[in-house]
C-alpha cells in the first residue's frame, strides 16, 4: 500500500506537465550527424535549463564536441553515507529517414494525438527521461526530504557507440552509484535481463591475381565462404550449450556485411585480394564477448588447414558488451515489483531487452544493478510515426517517484 507521504508526492505530479515538457523535447531534433556537426546539444541544454530550474546540482560535460552529457542531482540534506539511485536516459535519437513519410505534422512536431505524442525520440525516449524528471520534480515540490540522492544522467550517443555512459563511467560518476532504472521503452515491464552484442571485422588476406589466372595468387573468396558455414555451426552449437533464455530467446551469430575488394573498385576479371565479413552476435546469459572470439578465432585455423599458407585471418573486435542478469529475488527487483504494484494495482509483468542499452555499460563497468523500465511500445522505437501513449507516460513517472521515495528512503 502506499503511504500518506507518498500520496503527498504522487498529488504533486503536474501531468500537464509531464505532456508538454515530453513534447517540447521531442520538438528538438537530436539526431547524430557528423557530416554537419549537428548532435544532442540543443536538447541537451533543454534538460540542463529544466535541471537547473528545479533546483538539481548541474553537470554538462563534453563527451566530443557537440555531445554533452548533463547529470543532475537532488542532494539529500543528510549526514554521513548515502545511497545515490539513478535514473539513466539519453538525448540522441536514430535519424527519422524520410520527412515525408511521417503524419501528424513530420518527425519532430511532438503533435499530441488520440492521447499519444507522436515524434521521433517520443518513445525512445525522450519520454522516459522526462518521466524520471518529473517524478523528481513532484518529490521536490512536496517538500518531502530524501536520505539518498537522486541522479538523472541525460547522456549522448547511446544510439551508436554509447560514448556517453562510457564517459560517465570513466569520470567516476558511476561509483557513487547503488542502483540504476534504465527508462528505455519497455511497456513499463521489469526488465531484469539484456541481450550482450559483439560486432566484429574478420579480415581474409590472400593475394590479388588475375581473374584467368587464378592459381598465380590466393582467392580469400571461398575461405571466407568456409568460415561462414562453420560460423552457423558455431551458433548452433551455442544454442545446443546455454539453451533459450526465458526472457532473451536464444543467442544468434549474424553476418551482416560481406565486402570483396575491402577496397578500391570490383572488376569482372581481377581475382581481390581481400574478402571482409561482419558479424552481429547477440549474446544470452552463459556466455560472454571473449569466449565468442576465442571460438572464433579457433576456426581460423581449421579454415586455413590445406589452404595456400600465405593465407591470414585478422580479427577486429568493433564494439563488446556482456549480456547483463539480476536475479528476481535481488532485492533492488523486489523493491521496484512492489512499487509498481502499488503504484497501479498490477502485478509487473517481467521481460527482457532484446539489444542492449547503456545499462549494459553501468552493469559490467561499474557492477552497478539495473532494471530497464520505462514507458512506450516495446516495437515502436526506430519507427515512422513514433509515439508514446500519455496513460504509459503518466504511470511511469507515479511509479518512478514511489521506486525513488522506496529506495532512498525518507528523512
Keep these: 500500500m502506499l503511504t500518506e507521504v507518498e500520496k503527498r508526492v504522487l498529488e504533486c505530479i503536474d501531468a500537464d506537465e509531464v505532456v508538454r515538457w515530453t513534447q517540447e523535447l521531442v520538438r528538438i531534433p537530436s539526431v547524430y550527424r557528423p557530416l554537419t556537426g549537428e548532435g544532442e546539444e540543443q536538447a541537451a541544454a533543454w534538460v540542463r535549463q529544466r535541471f537547473e530550474e528545479m533546483g538539481l546540482v548541474t553537470h554538462w560535460e563534453l563527451v566530443a564536441p557537440g555531445r554533452p552529457n548533463v547529470i543532475g542531482i537532488l542532494e539529500a540534506r543528510v549526514d554521513g553515507p548515502r545511497k545515490t539511485l539513478m535514473f539513466e536516459g539519453h538525448t540522441d535519437v536514430v535519424t527519422e529517414g524520410d520527412p515525408a513519410a511521417w503524419s501528424h505534422g513530420g518527425p519532430f512536431s511532438g503533435a499530441l494525438v ?58 567516476g560518476w558511476a561509483k557513487r552509484v547503488d542502483a540504476a532504472i534504465i527508462c528505455e521503452p519497455e511497456e513499463n515491464h521489469l526488465c531484469i535481463a539484456q541481450k550482450g552484442v559483439m560486432w566484429a571485422r574478420i579480415t581474409c588476406s590472400g593475394v590479388m591475381a588475375h581473374g584467368a589466372m587464378p592459381l598465380t595468387g590466393v582467392n580469400p573468396i571461398y575461405p571466407l565462404a568456409t568460415l561462414l558455414t562453420k560460423l552457423r555451426e558455431l551458433e548452433a552449437a551455442e544454442i545446443a550449450r546455454v539453451g533459450r533464455h526465458e526472457f532473451l530467446g536464444q543467442p544468434s551469430i549474424t553476418p551482416t556485411i560481406i565486402q570483396s575488394p575491402v577496397s578500391g573498385e570490383p572488376q569482372n576479371n581481377v581475382m581481390p585480394g581481400q574478402a571482409r565479413l561482419t558479424l552481429d552476435c547477440r549474446l544470452i546469459p552463459g556466455q560472454s564477448p571473449e569466449d565468442l572470439e576465442a571460438q572464433i578465432r579457433a576456426l581460423f585455423d581449421v579454415v586455413k588447414a590445406g589452404e595456400d599458407g600465405r593465407l591470414r585471418f585478422d580479427f577486429e573486435m ?57 514507458p512506450g511500445d516495446i516495437h515502436i522505437p526506430h519507427h515512422v510515426d513514433e509515439w508514446i501513449g500519455i496513460d504509459e507516460l503518466l504511470e511511469a513517472t507515479r511509479f518512478y517517484a514511489v521506486a525513488a521515495l522506496r529506495f532512498l528512503g525518507v528523512a
Design 114 to 171: 488520440d492521447g499519444r505524442i507522436y515524434g521521433r525520440g517520443a518513445n525512445d525516449m525522450k519520454g522516459g527521461l522526462v518521466a524520471a524528471m518529473c517524478a523528481t520534480k513532484a518529490i521536490i515540490r512536496s517538500g518531502v526530504r530524501l536520505k539518498g540522492d537522486i541522479l538523472i544522467g541525460a547522456l549522448v550517443d547511446e544510439e551508436g557507440a554509447m560514448l556517453g555512459v562510457k564517459h560517465f563511467v570513466e569520470r
Design 318 to 374: 568493433i564494439e563488446s558488451r556482456p549480456p547483463t542478469f539480476i536475479e528476481r529475488e535481488h532485492p533492488f527487483v523486489q523493491l521496484l515489483h512492489a512499487a509498481y504494484r502499488d503504484t497501479t494495482g498490477k502485478e509487473p509483468i517481467y521481460g527482457g531487452v532484446p539489444g542492449t542499452t547503456d545499462g549494459t555499460i553501468l552493469f559490467a563497468r561499474a557492477g552497478v544493478p539495473i532494471v530497464t523500465v520505462g
